[in-house]
């Protein structure tokens, strides 16, 4: 496929960006860091900054993360951004990639005004406890996800057949 149609997953991308700002925008207007709003038996609303990486790895690492991090978000966007019109007519592919570059923004906007992501979202059942997350956060899972079941999703290799170890049909 063309690369002009790279701009509907820019587009995309964007407003995964939108919404994820949006709803840390009102999480900061409704409440304080420490809240914990009961919603359901399995979820909570909370207020954290999560200074780290995924299930807050690296957040008492000292502040060095802080950066690191961000120029890693940035380094994936671009390598995103980059590979994005080779891609840009498989859609689960795309879809994914997408989803990782609008999740990665969101998070990296976190990083460079607040220092640390925030984090809002928290599902929990029998006293566990899952780390809070974010829009971003679930776009970047999602995101993955999608990259994984692409890789095992059956393609037709250049004869028609799937590619060796890839079962199904073409």
Same mark, same amino acid.
């Given at each position: 496929m063309p690369s002009r149609n790279v701009d509907r997953w820019l587009w995309l991308a964007g407003i995964i960006v939108v919404v994820d700002? $949006?709803?840390?925008?009102? @999480?900061?207007?409704?409440?304080?860091?420490?809240?914990? $709003?009961? @919603?359901?038996?399995?979820?909570n609303w909370v207020l954290t900054f999560n200074a780290g990486a995924a299930f807050s790895f690296l957040s008492d690492a000292g502040g060095w993360q802080r950066w690191f991090l961000t120029l890693l978000a940035l380094a994936i966007?671009?390598?995103? @951004?980059?590979?994005? +019109?080779?891609?840009?007519?498989e859609f689960r592919i795309s879809? /994914?990639?997408?989803?990782?570059?609008? !999740?990665a923004i969101g998070n990296v906007i976190d990083r460079i005004r607040f220092g640390a992501v925030i984090d809002f979202v928290q599902w929990h059942a029998a006293g566990f406890y899952w780390p809070a997350f974010n829009v971003a956060?679930?776009?970047?899972? $999602?995101?993955?996800?999608?990259? @994984?079941?692409?890789?095992? /999703?059956?393609? +037709?290799?250049?004869?028609?057949?799937?590619?060796?170890?890839? !079962?199904?049909?073409?």
């Open positions: 700002q $949006i709803s840390k925008w009102l @999480v900061l207007a409704w409440l304080q860091p420490g809240d914990s $709003i009961y @919603v359901a038996p399995f979820f966007s671009a390598w995103i @951004v980059s590979i994005l +019109p080779r891609h840009s007519g879809l /994914a990639l997408t989803m990782i570059l609008g !999740g956060d679930s776009a970047i899972s $999602i995101g993955a996800l999608l990259m @994984v079941w692409d890789q095992f /999703a059956a393609r +037709p290799s250049g004869n028609g057949q799937p590619r060796p170890g890839q !079962g199904g049909h073409p």
